[in-house]
């Protein structure tokens, strides 16, 4: 790879490591059935969720493309995991009215607004 990666950049997949442009975070998860790989953009506005296709049996990502952009004023994706449904979990911030839970299905729609608190 041509460019500069850091080293929070490195991701193991399946025991190799893969790197991906900054600045795209390490907080990360898979689909139920390992080929999709979930990843959080860091310090960008909007926030944004990016999905990547695991391919070559697992060893490399491809067809990187964003999956959520969280809009100024909605809202801080505050780490996130996928259930068995393919649905993410993430926990939200931003204040009141925001603080909690929410719950988007694998096609990106909000399924449940904010929850908790």
Do not use: H
């Amino acid at each position: 790879m041509s460019q500069f990666v850091s080293l929070a950049s490195l991701l193991l997949i399946f025991g190799k490591t893969q790197a991906l442009p900054p600045p795209l975070g390490v907080r990360d998860s898979f689909s139920p059935d390992e080929t999709k790989m979930y990843i959080i953009e860091e310090g960008v506005s909007p926030q944004v969720f990016r999905v990547y296709d695991v391919v070559d049996n697992g060893t490399k990502l491809a067809n990187g493309r964003t999956f959520i952009s969280v809009e100024r004023g909605t809202g801080v994706a505050d780490g996130f995991r996928v259930d068995v449904d393919g649905n993410l979990w993430c926990g939200w911030g931003g204040g009141a009215g925001l603080d909690g839970v929410v719950i988007f299905n694998s096609a990106g729609k909000l399924t449940q607004g904010a929850f908790g608190g």
